[in-house]
């Protein structure tokens, strides 16, 4: 789809569709527009940006009344290349606060609609962009993923969603959650376009030292047959999907991969049940530490009181919503002195399982297959507890442990709502996870 654009100047056509859009869908906060390299090859196509990346001189808030007033002092390296091939950013896309959650409806602007239904959440946190990709508002957007946060709204909404291996984009200019985590990822109609967009934004930054000197060309497998190739199945995912109909699309889904002359077998990874409990000791200990910044002395909007120890209390109790009050708090308490070997450092031991486990699987079959999330977009009355809604992840959390690269394509529909399903690369073989997800994203498509 972007090669079909190339050439033609078509930011006033997206600019429009957000305009006509975007009041019933919610995904779109802010429009400052960034024009890309009048010389660049992809000049006058648009793209979104998730509001937790920096753009100079353009508003960033994380979706946070903290941070409201915030403009950016400097440019993402992934966005400043894209802006150098060309592109334009042409807005910000809503999200949950801070990145933390998993339906969009924790931001200060509300929450985003789902555009297959709107009574349904887009999923999170990077909602605001999987539903503005879906809608057709523009033909790809940037997300960010610490725990599935691209992938599970690009399954909820009906597009893709790429988080790369760990350190292959730089983070450089990301507002960080869990930074042993957080990996900046790509939302797109179709595998060709997240594929070549993370080719543009690979590489070495000296900017972020967690980059590595990634030279394999994401381009490379997108038109290969593949065969002989072997997926492993964990045996939990049967027990942790509820829904009669998801179980149904996801046998079905099996059944057409197995019928394209792949192997498929069904492995026991124990270690996976205690991911999402792992996560939620982890995530939130980082994100304590990154968010102690925000304090109205150093970031934030501040709230002034009797000295400075009110000053820090009005600050933080104003500025931040529910959700990030919550994971601080998590957070906090599993660093402390007293009870960090009682579960901070036990749940990293359960990282480390989770990971030498997956390499284990690695080195007999290439992929490592799921839905991508074990049920459907929720609606906005149902009553879910965070417990619930944290269990969303359970199969998107373990690619982030590992730090391989893990994609979501869409495959099928059930009562007019898009379902996703998941595929887990050997960590650095990202070309090789984008071209079979190629072939299976056609498949799909006859759905």
Not at 135 to 144: I, N, Y
Not at 179 to 203: C, E, H, N, P, R
Not at 238 to 262: L, R, T
Request: a negative charge.
């Amino acid at each position: 789809m972007l090669n079909d654009l190339k050439g033609k100047k078509v930011i006033d056509d997206y600019k429009k569709i957000i305009e006509d859009k975007n009041e019933d869908i919610n995904a779109v906060i802010s429009q400052d527009i960034v024009y890309g390299n009048s010389n660049g090859d992809y000049y006058g196509i648009p793209f979104l940006v998730k509001d937790n990346i920096n753009i100079l001189n353009t508003s960033m808030t994380c979706s946070s009344k903290i941070l409201k007033d915030y403009r950016s002092v400097y440019t993402a390296t992934v966005v400043e290349r894209l802006i150098n091939r060309g592109f334009s950013v042409i807005g910000k896309t809503n999200m949950d606060e801070f990145a933390m959650g998993g339906t969009n409806e924790y931001s200060v602007y509300g929450p985003v609609k789902n555009p297959l239904d709107l009574n349904r959440v887009s999923g999170g946190s990077s909602g605001g962009s999987a539903a503005a990709v879906s809608c057709g508002m523009v033909p790809f957007a940037l997300g960010s993923d610490t725990g599935g946060s691209v992938r599970q709204p690009a399954s909820f909404c009906g597009v893709v969603g790429f988080k790369p291996s760990y350190g292959v984009l730089s983070r450089y200019g990301l507002t960080a959650f869990g930074s042993s985590l957080d990996q900046i990822g790509v939302l797109a109609k179709d595998v060709f376009d997240v594929a070549l967009i993370t080719d543009i934004m690979k590489g070495k930054d000296e900017k972020d030292s967690t980059t590595i000197s990634f030279e394999e060309n994401l381009m490379e497998y997108l038109n290969k047959d593949f065969s002989d190739i072997k997926i492993a199945i964990p045996s939990i995912v049967y027990d942790k999907i509820q829904n009669e109909n998801v179980k149904k699309a996801f046998d079905n889904a099996v059944n057409k991969i197995k019928a394209n002359k792949v192997t498929i077998d069904i492995v026991d990874i124990p270690e996976m049940e205690y991911s999402v409990a792992a996560y939620y000791i982890i995530a939130p200990s980082e994100a304590s530490s990154n968010l102690s910044r925000f304090d109205g002395a150093r970031y934030g909007n501040r709230i002034d009181g009797e000295g400075l120890t009110d000053m820090y209390k009005n600050t933080r109790n104003n500025g931040f919503g529910i959700e990030v009050k919550r994971r601080i708090l998590m957070g906090t308490f599993t660093l402390s002195s007293a009870y960090y070997d009682a579960y901070f450092s036990k749940a990293m031991k359960v990282r480390n399982l989770i990971k030498t486990k997956i390499e284990e699987i690695f080195k007999e079959y290439d992929f490592i297959l799921t839905p991508t999330a074990p049920v459907l977009p929720p609606k906005f009355d149902e009553k879910l507890s965070p417990l619930d809604r944290y269990l969303m992840d359970i199969f998107t959390i373990p690619a982030n442990f590992a730090g391989t690269p893990a994609i979501s394509v869409p495959f099928g529909n059930i009562d007019h709502l898009s379902f996703g399903i998941q595929f887990m690369g050997r960590r650095l073989e990202d070309a090789k996870l984008l071209g079979f997800a190629n072939q299976i994203f056609k498949l799909g498509a006859d759905e």
